[in-house]
């Protein structure tokens, strides 16, 4: 690494950074106005919120600005650079303008590294209590609603629930059917059903079991309460609100495992999270590229227009990454083409500029 890429990747990082800083501050500082009245409501300190609040909200909203605070770092460093006219004497002294992108590529590497540790393992913990202290002081108190439950638990067996009370873990009108093919082979009926925290068991009443051989063939079975294991838990019905944000990568990939095996209809939208982490350091390549590129050349506009035209960009980006979230969720897309899909899209940009902008 030669003295003139430290210099670089130096004010790059210090750049980044500082853009980390004050920008989600003063988003930091416009949320807690916003939540003053419920922290007030609920007797919080300041010291209490920040210790057990923004702390960990400061990196969500790092990890979240991430696409604006990489543009609007490389524009500024490279602006001031072009401004100065350095990035003239650079290339007129034969280097290319490849070589010139070399520390930039080295310093996003360096960030992409860091990001990629950090929604894998870290932020998903922060989540996790910034989910926790939103639930106990900002949102209304949560209970499950939903009604006429149908849950796949194995290749062959369907659970079917009328209703279910997360506040004492019960289910009403339980059923258990057994499918092979398109042809009921069995079907288990129970008015409730109960979970037993000490125990881990389902307390299940009194059952009515229909056996079917064949389409004349049925035999009817009584069975007196008992206690029961099934491939269906409590958290099946707790908050999913966040959930997937809230989960480390080992723990988001067995939860997909554990929905495949049951054939869930969700599925899509924890494999969108699952592919989007991991092509999240891609796309901070791909922006600092475009930013380089994008701002390299001395402009008469000056910074100011620069990193406005910086801002714009990261938005329009920002703005792909969730419309391509929101079309692998509802199964238009495939989760990995939309993990994938903006930085297609903004490599493509990346590329034109590099061929059409002046250098």
């Known amino acids: 690494m030669k003295l003139l890429d430290k210099y670089i990747i130096g004010k790059f990082l210090t750049a980044f950074f500082f853009t980390v800083v004050m920008l989600v501050s003063v988003i930091c500082v416009i949320d807690y106005t916003e939540k003053n009245d419920d922290f ?86 922060a989540t996790k209590e910034i989910v926790v202290f939103e639930s106990l002081h900002v949102k209304e108190p949560w209970r499950f609603e939903g009604r006429n439950v149908h849950m796949k638990i194995g290749p062959k067996s369907y659970v079917y629930l009328e209703s279910y009370s997360s506040s004492n873990n019960t289910g009403y009108h339980f059923a258990l059917e057994t499918i092979d093919g398109t042809m009921l082979r069995r079907r288990m009926t129970a008015d409730n059903l109960s ?76 494999l969108s999270v699952k592919f989007e982490r991991y092509a999240y350091p891609f796309d901070i390549l791909i922006l600092t590229f475009i930013g380089v590129v994008l701002s390299a050349r001395k402009s008469r506009g000056g910074v100011g227009g620069q990193i406005a ?31 994938w899909f903006p930085g297609m899209v903004f490599s493509a940009i990346g590329l034109v500029l590099y061929r059409l902008v002046p250098k």
Do not use: C
Request: aromatic share 12%; proline share 4%; no cysteine.
């Open 195 to 270: 979970w037993d925290s000490t125990k881990h068991v389902w307390k299940m009443s009194q059952q009515l079991v229909r056996s079917f051989r064949g389409n004349q063939d049925e035999t009817l079975q009584t069975i007196p309460a008992r206690d029961t294991t099934l491939n269906l838990y409590p958290k099946d019905f707790a908050n999913t609100y966040r959930l997937a944000e809230t989960l480390t990568s080992p723990e988001l990939q067995s939860l997909i495992d554990s929905k495949v095996l049951r054939g869930a209809d969700d599925t899509d939208q924890y």
């Open 40 to 125: 007030i409501h609920h007797n919080l300190s300041f010291g209490h919120v920040f210790t057990h609040y923004y702390i960990y909200l400061f990196p969500y909203f790092a990890n979240l600005l991430s696409p604006i605070t990489i543009f609007l770092a490389v524009v500024f460093v490279t602006a001031k650079l072009a401004a100065r006219t350095e990035i003239v004497a650079m290339l007129a002294s034969g280097m290319s303008f490849g070589r010139l992108l070399v520390p930039y590529l080295m310093g996003a590497t360096i960030i992409g590294v860091l990001t990629f540790g950090l929604v894998g393992w870290v932020i998903p913990k």
């Open 309 to 339: 035209l910086g801002f714009v960009l990261a938005f329009i980006f920002i703005i792909f990454v969730m419309l391509s979230r929101n079309l692998a969720q509802v199964g238009s897309m495939a989760p990995l083409l939309a993990a």
